[in-house]
């Protein structure tokens, strides 16, 4: 059955550095996500992806963040220098239709640990 | 506001006793989805069920929609102790377009 795969499955990184997460969506989805649960707390949308641009972002979205589908497969998550804060488990998710049948499948993330 | 709030925020039962989860939104919704996810790991999908619907079936699954009450159920039947983990509900609300809302999740333990 197709999956959402998420590499690296642990970031270690220091403070003030830049990351990239990657993720493989379902081949034939189209609409592309990221979210990310702070440990303890609930899921929470960081922006959504469609048609080669940004159709929703969420204010934890801000400058420090973006993303990029550099080609037909990968989604890719840039927090360009991260804070302590950014510390979170990072899920990718993917939906083919959009509306009432807006099932997500998500991936199984990336922990991405700020020292 | 808050979206997708789940009670209880923990359940313990014994394998074999049924399982129900609360979750109450507050805007009008396209979907409704419930995700399971064992600790630190990945959100899997259960179940989702349309605005539309009022209650759906999968496996042991039973999930019901009131959207006069804003509120849905999750329940596990014959639950084990694989079902050990935390569930969430998420709704997909119009207001907001497509993304999902979470809900803060209910733990749940199953006892062998």
């Known amino acids: 059955e197709p999956e959402v795969t998420q590499t690296p499955s642990h970031q270690v990184t220091q403070m003030g550095q830049e990351v990239i997460l990657r993720c493989v969506p379902i081949?034939?989805?189209?609409?592309f996500y990221w979210y990310r649960q702070i440990l303890g707390q609930k899921v929470e949308f960081l922006v959504s992806?469609?048609?080669?641009?940004?159709?929703?972002k969420s204010e934890i979205f801000d400058d420090q963040f973006s993303v990029e589908r550099p080609d037909g497969s990968n989604f890719t998550l840039k927090i360009r220098s991260t804070k302590l804060e950014d510390s979170a488990m990072y899920f990718c998710?993917?939906?083919?239709?959009?509306?009432?049948?807006?099932?997500?499948?998500f991936g199984p993330g990336t922990r991405l640990t700020v020292l | 506001s808050q979206q997708g709030e789940e009670d209880p925020q923990a359940l313990s039962i014994q394998e074999g006793e049924n399982a129900t989860m609360n979750c109450s939104y507050k805007?009008?919704?396209?979907?409704l989805q419930w995700y399971r996810q064992n600790s630190g790991r990945g959100l899997v999908h259960l179940i989702l069920?349309?605005?539309?619907?009022r209650e759906k079936h999968s496996g042991r699954l039973r999930v019901t929609l009131d959207t006069s009450k804003k509120s849905s159920s999750l329940l596990i039947t014959a639950s084990r102790a694989a079902d050990t983990a935390s569930y969430f509900c998420?709704?997909?609300?119009?207001?907001?377009?497509?993304?999902?809302?979470f809900g803060a999740g209910t733990i749940l333990r199953v006892k062998s």
């Open positions: 998710a993917s939906t083919r239709l959009a509306g009432v049948n807006n099932e997500q499948f």
């Open positions: 081949s034939n989805h189209l609409y």
């Open positions: 992806f469609y048609n080669n641009e940004i159709s929703e």
């Open positions: 805007t009008s919704i396209n979907n």
């Open positions: 069920i349309r605005s539309n619907e």
């Open positions: 998420a709704t997909d609300a119009r207001e907001y377009g497509n993304k999902l809302v």
